[in-house]
Nanobody, 122 residues
Framework: QVQLVESGGDLVQPGGSLRLSCAASGSIVSIYSMGWYRRAPGKQRTLVATTTRGTGTNYADSVKGRVTVSRDYAKNTVYLQMDSLKPEDTAVYYC????????????????WGQGTQVTVSS
């Protein structure tokens, strides 16, 4: 079993910053990708940022230049540093983890965190 524990969601004023954390634990041999998605009220879940083995980081156009995704490989933890937050960043943020047994693995497994609320409002 694999567990994801998210933290860092909060109420913040426009222009403020937040850092989200997601720690993965359990039966993990190799991590293919870790990252963040979000679901705004009344909308579908969309990509925010991911970091993937072999290809690096990927960001949604709406957050480029304001958001940085990073990993602590020793702790199996992914972070999302968000700056210059806007009201439209308000959403539930979900951690995403994809694991396998290595670069040649034919099978990958995907896991989601429970979500953490980020609200940007004055």
């Amino acid at each position: 079993q694999v567990q994801l524990v998210e933290s860092g969601g909060d109420l913040v004023q426009p222009g403020g910053s937040l850092r989200l954390s997601c720690a993965a634990s359990g039966s993990i041999v190799s991590i293919y990708s870790m990252g963040w998605y979000r679901r705004a009220p009344g909308k579908q879940r969309t990509l925010v940022a991911t970091t993937t083995r072999g290809t690096g980081t990927n960001y949604a156009d709406s957050v480029k230049g304001r958001v940085t995704v990073s990993r602590d490989y020793a702790k199996n933890t992914v972070y999302l540093q968000m700056d210059s937050l806007k009201p439209e960043d308000t959403a539930v943020y979900y951690c995403n983890l994809i694991i396998d047994t290595g670069p040649a693995s034919p099978v990958r497994y995907e896991y989601w965190g429970q979500g953490t609320q980020v609200t940007v409002s004055s």
